[in-house]
DNA sequence: GCAAATTAATGATTTATTCAAG
DNA sequence: CTTGAATAAATCATTAATTTGC
């Protein structure tokens, strides 16, 4: 399932269905400690980190929704067929009638003869009731948000991936986005600089390359 | 500049300067050691954290590029209505020598009169020439790239804004992306789970509700 | 001058799109 | 072709500018 040396998580089938499950419970956005508990579940059944979990669920969501969108369109536009061919007959049955008519007919208000068919109006929070397991300790000791606590810390580095260093020239390119994570001594280990420097140093000489990428 | 209980960071005059000064350098995608670091300098300014850094050169690219869209726009608004000006009176010349002439023209090509004027072929590597101080270690020592030294961990959890909870009942709006961070010992003091759980025990018999959000 | 009311900037989140491994 | 991972775009929400009536 996931090679020793292989550069990207692919789920155990029983993780899968295990996420399947809690998917279909109703947990879409799980929270900071829902995702912690779930990858510690999970990793009894094959290695595991929180960002897979994190991405499965967000990637499970958006081809959810990718799928629903594209049967609504299709629908609608075999709506749109269908009252363009009624249209057509109806233009038969006119022309029928009544020869060398003007052929400007409406198409417009075609779209607007059903909603938009999601709940878009409630927030979701139905993993409130999702597995009893999540929810065991002390709710992940939220009840101490003080500045503390939940501590923000850190970002993507150079991913893992030094094979696509000589594969392509994207080597660099990095990072995910943001994350709280739980209090963590952060002594960064690489940084070496103890005292901090005055603004100036901050900056070389060079103000050339202003360049978007 | 960043009241005491404000909730959200706001630069201090002089971050907000280094942080420009940053970006003009090149700096569009800063790496974690690069926002690390940066963010420990800029902590000699004011209270500031990782994810302040990030988000900033999130939304510094974001609208920049943004802001170069509407300026092509215009421009290019302002070329077609030239343009159409110029059809227009050569139409009327036409009218002149020749009435009841067809009236279509085509209207297609005007687009594709000025290239994109982006560098987009080069990767953005100017980072490499980025200030000194954000070199001065081995750099963030990721010759190790092992499976050990990034590890990847945490997450938004519920972000420090207990005060929405009254405002608004968004409060559990959560978490943001992902994120690896340097070797930290995880020991998740939230957890209770001491022994995994069986599968079967992570599901209540509610499989009712599958929500669309 | 100076708050209340509006508007503009911008920090933070969420969603969509794209890339690439398998 | 599916899907894990990464990035960009769109959106939300709060704070700062600013306008306005007094």
């Known amino acids: 399932m996931s090679p020793p040396g292989s550069s990207r ?5 029983e993780q899968l269905m295990i996420l399947e499950e809690l998917y279909r419970s109703g947990i879409r956005t799980p929270s900071a400690s829902q995702i912690q508990q779930i990858t510690t579940h999970l990793s009894f059944y094959g290695r595991i980190e929180g960002k897979n979990v994190f991405y499965w669920f967000q990637n499970h969501k958006a081809r959810d929704r990718q799928k629903l969108r594209r049967k609504l369109n299709k629908q609608l536009q075999l709506q749109q067929q269908q009252q363009q061919q009624q249209q057509q007959q109806q233009l038969q049955v006119h022309h029928y009638h009544q020869l060398n008519h003007d052929n400007m007919i409406s198409n417009h208000f075609v779209g607007s003869t059903f909603g938009y068919p999601f709940g878009s109006n409630a927030q ?3 993993f409130f009731n999702s597995p009893s397991f999540l ?3 002390p709710v992940a000791a939220t009840a101490n948000t003080s500045q503390g ?12 991936h030094q094979s696509l260093v000589e594969k392509k020239d994207i080597a660099l390119s990095n ?3 943001w994350t709280l ?4 001594n952060h002594e960064p280990k690489t940084s070496c600089c ?8 901050l ?3 060079s103000t050339t390359r202003i360049k978007e990428d």
């Open 181 to 184: 994570m739980d209090n963590v």
């Open 9 to 13: 998580w692919s789920p155990t089938t």
């Open 124 to 126: 979701d929070f139905s």
């Open 194 to 201: 103890t005292k901090p420097l005055k603004t100036l140093d």
């Open 149 to 160: 606590a939940m501590n923000c810390k850190w970002i993507n580095g150079y991913n893992n």
């Open 175 to 177: 990072y995910g986005t």
């Open 135 to 137: 929810f065991q300790g």
């Open 203 to 205: 900056f070389p000489l």
